[in-house]
């Protein structure tokens, strides 16, 4: 795997990674389902466990799937879909997305990859741009 965590622990972070880690304990292979998640606070595991697995998935992609220039192989699609029912979720219970992104911004501050394209992944995500990412399994046109 070519992304490191350097795991901390410090105050409030501790519930959060026990959460994760139960996530991801009780349904191996299963993506969270943010339709189930009741609170703002609730949506950030759910968004840690996005990015942990989109970085996974986007080593060894070439940049053109982050760019929509390729086709976006299933795995990632499936991310892509989380990543809308996170923003939809986020949407109907009020949330700030600029408050949940900075969350889980904090939450995955020590992941960092070798692969350039999931670094560049993290950088964008970093840079608070997440919802405006290219990666679509989809083409839409807004009108002005």
């Given at each position: 795997m070519s992304?490191?965590?350097?795991m901390?622990f410090?105050?409030?972070l501790?519930?959060?990674?026990?959460?994760?880690?139960a996530?991801?304990?009780?349904s191996?292979?299963a993506?969270?389902?943010?339709?189930?998640?009741?609170?703002?606070d609730?949506?950030?595991?759910v968004g840690?466990?996005?990015?942990?697995?989109?970085v996974?998935?986007?080593a060894?992609?070439?940049l053109?799937?982050?760019?929509g220039e390729?086709?976006v192989p299933?795995?990632i699609?499936?991310?892509i879909?989380?990543?809308?029912?996170?923003?939809?979720r986020?949407?109907?219970?009020g949330?700030?997305?600029v408050?949940?992104?900075?969350?889980?911004?904090?939450?995955t501050?020590?992941?960092?990859?070798d692969?350039?394209?999931a670094?560049?992944?993290l950088?964008?995500?970093?840079?608070g741009?997440?919802a405006?990412?290219?990666?679509t399994t989809?083409t839409?046109?807004v009108?002005?």
């Open positions: 992304a490191t965590r350097h901390r410090p105050g409030r501790l519930p959060a990674v026990v959460l994760v880690t996530l991801a304990a009780c191996p292979g993506l969270p389902q943010p339709v189930e998640v009741e609170t703002c609730g949506l950030v595991p840690v466990v996005y990015v942990e697995r989109m996974e998935a986007l060894g992609r070439s053109g799937v982050i760019t390729e086709p299933p795995e699609a499936e991310l879909d989380l990543g809308r029912e996170l923003d939809l986020a949407s109907r219970l949330c700030d997305p408050v949940i992104n900075a969350a889980v911004n904090v939450e501050a020590d992941l960092q990859s692969d350039p394209v670094a560049h992944f950088d964008i995500l970093r840079a741009v997440v405006g990412l290219p990666l989809s839409t046109t009108a002005s």
